[in-house]
Structure formats: C-alpha cells, structure tokens
C-alpha cells in the first residue's frame, strides 16, 4: 500500500519496536513489548505481540511473519 509498518507505530515506541523485530530475525519467534500502534481511526491503541517466522518446506528460507496482537488499551485521539 505504499507504507511501512513502522509508520503506524508512535514515535517514542520506535526503538523498542525495531528491538523486537531484530530479536525476531535472530531467534525466529518471539514477543513485543507494548506499544502504541495507529488505527484506521487515528487513534492509538495499546499492543501486545507474540510472533514468529514460518520457513518454506522445499528450501527452508523465511516465508512468513505470524503475528497474534493483543490490544492492551484504548488510546486517545490524534489530532492534525
């Protein structure tokens, strides 16, 4: 859609966020910290993740991300 992923994550959660995406580059599988994340809605919500990489049957390269989120809390509103 012309974004990245990392557009919908506030700004004070940005390093906490690419921490957890290079632990799971290295080990394959793990959880988040909480976040806030950006809703269709312009709001920010609150996140948990668990995730973890699904690899290719024929030649074992990375496939997939598989996240399961977990909303934490509803945030506020932003504004323009």
């Known amino acids: 859609l012309g974004t990245s992923g990392y557009d919908y994550y506030h ?4 390093i906490k966020v690419a921490e957890c995406h290079e632990q799971l580059l290295t080990a394959g599988e ?4 909480c976040y806030r994340f950006l809703t269709k809605g312009r709001q920010w ?3 948990k993740s668990n ?3 699904t690899y290719n049957q024929w030649n074992s390269k990375p496939e997939f991300i598989v ?3 977990k909303i934490i809390r509803y945030g506020k509103s932003v504004r323009k």
């Open 51 to 53: 995730y973890y990489i």
């Open 11 to 14: 700004s004070d959660d940005l």
């Open 67 to 69: 996240c399961s989120n």
């Open 45 to 47: 919500i609150w996140m």
């Open 30 to 33: 793990g959880s988040s910290c």
